[in-house]
Structure formats: structure tokens, C-alpha cells
């Protein structure tokens, strides 16, 4: 379950580590006033990034377990471990609710 976790956190990484530099590739490829040449280059050079440096390649996943499911973004934890966590004190601020 750790690889999950592992792979995730190295998927991060490369998203910011190329954002500006598809950011840039993605905007000069969709500028109409450029020259076709230019914009072609541009799209060669946002296929040639890696596939893991997209945004999309990010799942969230459970922080402790790996799960990909029912994972609360805030806490990055799945719903078992928050249910947990939650019970024995460890969130600051989340307390069972009673009515």
C-alpha cells in the first residue's frame, strides 16, 4: 500500500516541478497570433513532457493506508482512518457529533 502512496507523492512532485514550463507550452501552442511553425513546435514540445508531469496523473489518495476511495481532501485521509483519528483525538477542531 506504501507504493501507492510513494508513486502518488513522486506524481506531485513532477506536477510542480513542470507546471510553468507546460503552463507556457500550453499557451503558446493555443496563441492564434503566432505563426503556425511556432505553435506546431510548442505542441511538440508539451507532448515531449512526461505523462506523470499532468495534473491529471494526481489521485487523491489516504495518506496512511493508500486507499483511493472515500478520501476527504482536507486531511487526505480515507474515511476509516479519519473516523479513527477523529475518535481518539488525533484531528484538531473535528468533533463526534451529538444531537
Known amino acids: ?3 501507492r502512496v510513494f508513486r502518488d507523492m513522486h506524481a506531485r512532485r513532477a506536477v510542480v516541478s513542470k507546471e510553468l514550463e507546460r503552463t507556457i507550452w500550453r499557451f503558446m501552442s493555443r496563441n492564434t497570433t503566432l505563426e503556425p511553425q511556432i505553435r506546431m513546435k510548442a505542441q511538440l514540445a508539451l507532448k ?14 489516504c495518506i496512511l493506508t493508500g486507499r483511493g476511495r472515500g478520501v476527504f481532501n482536507k486531511w487526505r485521509m480515507c474515511r476509516f482512518q479519519f473516523r479513527i483519528n477523529a ?13
Open 87 to 99: 475518535l481518539n483525538g488525533d484531528l484538531p477542531g473535528v468533533d463526534k457529533a451529538s444531537w
Open 48 to 61: 515531449k513532457t512526461p505523462r506523470e508531469a499532468a495534473p491529471t496523473a494526481i489521485k487523491n489518495r
Open 1 to 3: 500500500m506504501r507504493s
